[in-house]
């Protein structure tokens, strides 16, 4: 069974550029979570969705970040216009169409960003 | 809102015992554990429900005890591929939409 795609792998921008992660869940999960995650800290939740739907985005920095999931497959997160402080590695997860709360999540590779 | 995780770093020999701890202010509906090693993925290890289910890990075992909101992982016979950051993930019961809240991490190394 293939894992969570993620891409690209490395990032690096200068601040106020705009910048886009895309993900592919394993097959056949309905839940997709984008987590970003400070060197040093735990990954923090940015967002979440069901199938294409938005369950929590209420970390989510609305003003510079978005992210869609059409047709309730892949998904893409931006950030427009970035800041020195976005520097992280960006971890997507997906969990079976079982779904929360006691589903085993999936992570992917992750995207190393450094905003210089 | 963060769980607590302790202690902050561990350094065993080959062949000893650790145990990481994880305790939250909020009531839980599930406790999951991950180890992260450097410039990878979380993998998980293990997930403990409200109600005493426990699913378990290679030579990896967990306890979760809900009265007092803390779950402890139990690494025996420690194996250098053991050498990692441990994050424990809570979900509350409370506005619980599965999302997974991250302690800050437990820094594991094993040595020869």
């Known amino acids: 069974e293939a894992g969570v795609a993620q891409s690209p792998r490395y990032k690096i921008i200068e601040k106020r550029q705009s910048v886009a992660f895309w993900c592919n869940p394993i097959?056949?999960?309905?839940?997709l979570y984008w987590y970003q995650q400070i060197l040093g800290q735990g990954p923090k939740l940015l967002i979440q969705f069901q199938n294409n739907g938005v369950v929590d985005d209420s970390q989510l920095p609305k003003d510079r970040f978005s992210a869609e999931r059409l047709k309730g497959v892949d998904s893409t997160l931006k950030i427009q216009p970035a800041k020195l402080e976005d520097s992280a590695v960006y971890l997507c997860a997906s969990s079976s169409i079982a779904g929360p709360p006691a589903d085993t999540q999936y992570f992917g590779p992750g995207t190393r960003l450094t905003v210089l | 809102q963060q769980p607590v995780q302790s202690p902050q770093a561990v350094i065993l020999r080959e062949g000893e015992d650790a145990v990481i701890n994880c305790s939250s202010s909020k009531a839980l509906y599930s406790v999951h554990w991950y180890r992260q090693k450097h410039g990878e993925a979380p993998v998980f290890l293990m997930i403990?429900?409200?109600?005493?289910e426990q699913k378990g890990h290679e030579k990896i075992s967990a306890s979760f005890n809900e009265k007092k909101q803390q779950s402890s992982l139990y690494l025996t016979a420690s194996q250098l591929s053991y050498s990692g950051t441990y994050f424990c993930?809570?979900?509350?019961?409370?506005?619980?939409?599965?999302?997974?809240?991250f302690g800050q991490g437990t820094t594991l190394q094993v040595k020869p």
């Open positions: 403990l429900l409200k109600g005493g």
């Open positions: 993930g809570t979900v509350p019961i409370s506005g619980n939409t599965g999302k997974l809240i």
């Open positions: 097959s056949g999960h309905a839940t």
